[in-house]
């Protein structure tokens, strides 16, 4: 079955903890990005990868790290969570970098940092 | 700033009416245009997809493309109290290496028994 997964599905932490969410998928897909969900702001792109070992920058990057060493997957590091980055997090990917692609969905991380 | 804007809504609807959703966006050279579907505390799964102007049917869902007016709408037929959840519009940037999506806050949509 072609699928994103995401974990953890929940977690709750401390301010400063670091954690990894991990994200991959099964498609070979070439692109791949992140994205945290806040209520009254919608879905905001953290960081993106257009293949292995190209990684960029989206719109909020502030205190989040990315990897790409393999194309199925690309983990979401926090290396010193705080409280505004308690959120709904998802990771998504698509065939490839052009607009056109349909985008595919994880099922979701639910952060907590206390 | 490109934009994609939705009326929040709820948008409440009986069981059986048809709900028109619609979504304006400001990049007037976007090329796709996409609705998903959001339940709440669960991932955005896509509906339709739509790419150049006029109608696109799929079951009892209608997605409508105007580039002139640079509008976007979804009519859903028959509708259901499973297609109560949040519809999201989402349209394709046009420029740069990153054609990332530019997402409306979505539109809530209550379907009443």
């Known amino acids: 079955e072609a699928q994103v997964t995401q974990n953890p599905r929940y977690l709750i932490t401390v301010t400063g903890k670091k954690l990894t969410v991990t994200c991959s998928q099964n498609?070979?897909?070439?692109?791949m990005s992140w994205y945290r969900q806040d209520p009254g702001l919608g879905l905001r792109q953290i960081y993106y990868?257009?293949?292995?070992?190209?990684?960029d920058k989206g719109d909020v990057p502030e205190g989040y790290k990315v990897s790409r060493k393999e194309k199925r997957n690309f983990p979401l590091i926090l290396e010193s969570p705080s409280p505004n980055q308690t959120s709904l997090y998802f990771c998504?990917?698509?065939?490839?970098?052009?607009?056109?692609?349909?985008?595919?969905f994880g099922p979701g991380t639910r952060l907590t940092v206390l | 700033q490109k934009e994609v804007e939705q009326n929040s809504g709820p948008l409440s609807v009986p069981e059986g009416a048809i709900a028109s959703l619609n979504c304006t966006y400001s990049?007037?050279?976007?090329?796709?245009f996409f609705w998903y579907r959001q339940y709440s505390g669960k991932s955005p799964e896509l509906i339709m997809s739509?790419?150049s102007n006029g109608d696109k049917e799929d079951g009892r869902f209608t997605a409508q493309l105007n580039k002139a007016s640079q509008y976007v709408s979804l009519l859903i037929r028959d509708s259901q109290p499973s297609d109560s959840a949040t519809y999201l519009c989402?349209?394709?940037?046009?420029?740069?290496?990153?054609?990332?999506?530019?997402w409306g806050l979505g539109t809530s949509l209550a379907v009443n028994p």
């Open positions: 989402a349209v394709s940037e046009n420029a740069g290496n990153n054609r990332k999506l530019i």
């Open positions: 498609m070979n897909h070439e692109y």
């Open positions: 998504a990917s698509r065939r490839s970098s052009g607009g056109s692609d349909t985008q595919y």
């Open positions: 739509i790419y």
């Open positions: 990868s257009m293949n292995v070992e190209v990684t």
């Open positions: 990049d007037r050279g976007s090329q796709s």
